[in-house]
């Protein structure tokens, strides 16, 4: 009975972490993004509005980005904290833009229309930004300093509590 007991817990244990380790990186924390207070690479994106977005432009205004994709399930559920404190910062000098990754144009847009963002937002279509910041999971959040300096980032959902911490400490 003992050595049962002691082979069930060895195999439930070996389980759990091969199951952790076959996660997909939607919602998880397995993000391996750029260093805090790197500059952060520049880049150009598209914008679904038609316009555009230029990291490099955006100096003298902390910049929050937030990755996503339309399948993640995560990201679905940060989008009222992040449209929430999108309207909240707005008069400041503080811009948020979203980046769809590995999704089409089609269904990214549908995700921002079902769930109510109205933040800037573009599809990264060759992956290039993806892997510049290092991404490997979604959602993942980027905070931005004036100076164009990574601050902070977060791996996983976000809340409205910690959107406000980290946009406040850099305003």
Known sequence: ????????????????????????????NTAGPKAAMEEAPDFKIALFDGGDFQL??????????????????????????????SREYAPQKVALLGIAVDDTEKKAKEFLKKSGLTIPAGLDRTGKIKDTYGIYGMPTTFFIDKNGKISYFHAGVVTEELLRHEIDKLL
Request: aromatic share 8%; proline share 3%.
């Open 1 to 28: 009975m003992l050595k049962t007991e002691h082979q069930f817990r060895r195999f439930s244990l070996a389980l759990l972490l091969g199951s952790l380790l076959l996660m997909p990186g939607c919602g998880g």
């Open 56 to 85: 490099s432009a955006q100096k003298g205004k902390v910049v929050v980005i937030n990755f996503f994709a339309s399948w993640c399930v995560s990201c679905g559920e940060e989008t009222p904290h992040i449209e929430k404190i």
